[in-house]
DNA sequence: CAGCATCCATGACGATACTG
DNA sequence: CAGTATCGTCATGGATGCTG
């Protein structure tokens, strides 16, 4: 836990899938989605990924998010242990934000989510295409 | 792309990050995670990888799913290539559904997000305890 | 600079009832 | 069995104005 690398277990002897937890009440992946699959924590992470960066850096950085949404993505963010916020007193204010041990490995496993829809979203966008005209086809 | 398995391209070198693309106006990840960062895409796609099932059969095993979301999210994985509706005129009729080959691409990229959630969630629940404990020591 | 407080619109989602 | 249609609720998130 101390690089990026993430290591899944199981899958490898073949008797352990995650479809046994998925669909418990208390499942992880579903807490996760829900703090993660939200419109801007992603993005916060990525950009953090790559260096510390302090409020209005990010807010400059990723188009469109509002201050509103960003300071409370932050928040929740630090909350999770996913990045962590120092504050430095000069006059202003400074304030950086860096990712954690822990949000850099879950970073690693969202690239191969990053990755995949940078190089398949044009197939899903043509699918599209191709099933908005086939109507009545299905 | 006719197996499960996603080798994402660039890194390698070290020229190309996600960092590039993410924040421009027509993001991939972000029309991703808009798609698949809801509530229950990503369950499905996890019960499909497994097995193809019915509409009832789904129903079931996801639980707390609401007949319309899992219409609706069926529509919508099917409209984006990642799931294929089958029908077999019986009476009454016989619907199954069933992952596809970029469906499953997905899915093998979402399996490292889900690991990462089953083996790091109570890191992350216990950084939320110290977190609301600290209160006001930032 | 780095936020917080407030108001408001949208739509995600669930519950319920109905259909071929 | 496999859905559609409608309604109501609540959370997400944007816009705006204010603060230390």
């Not at 101390?2 to 998925?22: E, I």
């Not at 120092?86 to 954690?100: A, K, M, Q, W």
């Amino acid at each position: 836990m101390q690089d990026g690398t993430f290591t899944p277990p199981g899958y490898s002897d073949g008797t352990r899938t995650a479809r046994g937890r998925v669909f418990e009440s208390d499942c992880p992946t579903r807490k996760l989605l829900d703090r993660i699959g939200d419109k801007w924590s992603a993005l916060i992470l990525l950009v953090l990924g790559d260096e510390d960066t302090r409020f209005n850096d990010l807010k400059r950085q990723i188009g469109g998010i509002s201050q509103k949404m960003l300071s409370q993505t932050l928040q929740s963010l630090k909350r999770d242990g996913l990045i962590m916020r120092t504050v430095e007193p000069t006059t202003p204010i400074t304030v950086t934000y860096s990712i954690t041990p822990l949000g850099r490995e879950l970073l690693a496993a969202l690239r191969f989510m990053i990755e995949w829809a940078e190089v398949r979203l044009p197939e899903v966008e043509k699918a599209q295409r191709i099933h908005d005209q086939a109507l009545g086809a299905d």
